[in-house]
């Protein structure tokens, strides 16, 4: 296609060239003038054409990038939930399995612990704060330990397990460093099982109540898309229990397309366009 627009293109000169000859006599100034004219105006307007593709291919660059960013938003799971770490009482959910060294001095006394203590915990967790009044919608199942010689800092990792809503027998693997001093704390979502398989995101995590030994945590979970496409352990893409519009909080959308396959269409067209016009 492109030899053949090249053989028209010069086609289009000599046809100017031929009829300027016929104007005017062999030498004279005006047609020299004529045909300067002519050629000028013909390169002035494959010029133009070249800009204006040039101007369509950075404004569908643009409008890709925001489909793209869109899209990434559109995509993300939020998970709401209010842990409850009961360490009191006569059926506590958090269990100290571990004294560090220096237990008979605190090193933490905001929270009871002294540096290297280590508990393991099998947490309710609930839709509202109420550890009561709420449906337990799942449980975090791990560990954390006073991991600091000077603070309240603590290291977490442990899985969330939904029991009940769309997730049901999903996990999701959480990971990090727990200032408890802090209002709010992020950890890391370093994987998971289930719906979320090779999941991905953070978690943000802030404490609402506190009756030392026990506390109540509110989690923000945000996961970015996952490698499965939300198919379930066995490839299905069934879930594992019933299904709901939501599993504490969860708020899930699908991704339709991306930023990235609207460039390549683009550049494709607007690459071919190019090819005709010049």
């Not at 004219?37 to 390169?43: P, Y």
């Not at 600091?148 to 029991?163: D, F, H, K, R």
């Not at 609402?208 to 979970?221: G, K, S, Y």
Request: proline letters at 3%.
């Amino acid at each position: 296609m492109l030899g053949s627009k090249l053989k028209d293109w010069d086609k289009m000169k000599d046809t100017a060239v031929e009829s300027e000859q016929t104007k005017a006599p062999l030498g004279s100034s005006s047609r020299a003038s004529s045909i300067s004219f002519t050629i000028s105006a013909i390169l002035d307007m494959a010029a133009s054409r070249g800009a204006i593709a040039v101007l369509l291919l950075l404004l569908l660059v643009l409008v890709a990038v925001q489909l793209e960013a869109a899209d990434d938003d559109a995509t993300t799971t939020h998970l709401h939930f209010f842990m409850h770490d009961i360490v009191s009482g006569s059926n506590p959910t958090a269990v100290q399995v571990i004294k560090g060294p220096a237990s008979s001095s605190p090193t933490a006394p905001s929270l009871g612990m002294s540096f290297g203590d280590t508990t393991v915990i099998d947490d309710p967790l609930t839709e509202t704060s109420s550890s009561t009044a709420s449906p337990v919608v799942g449980r975090m199942q791990g560990l954390y330990m006073l991991s600091s010689q000077s603070g309240a800092v603590l290291m977490v990792t442990a899985n969330i397990l939904l029991t009940s809503g769309e997730y049901n027998g999903s996990t999701i693997a959480v990971i990090g460093r727990d200032d408890t001093a802090a209002d709010v704390r992020e950890l890391s979502v370093v994987g998971g099982t289930g719906k979320f398989r090779m999941a991905s995101g953070y978690v943000l995590w802030k404490t609402t109540a506190m009756n030392v030994p026990d506390a109540t945590v509110e989690l923000d979970v945000y996961l970015a898309p996952n490698a499965n496409n939300g198919t379930d352990i066995d490839g299905g893409g069934s879930s594992s229990g019933s299904k709901s519009s939501s599993s504490g909080g969860a708020t899930m959308m699908t991704r339709s397309f991306g930023g990235k396959w609207v460039v390549g269409v683009a550049a494709g067209v607007l690459g071919s366009w190019w090819v005709c016009c010049c």
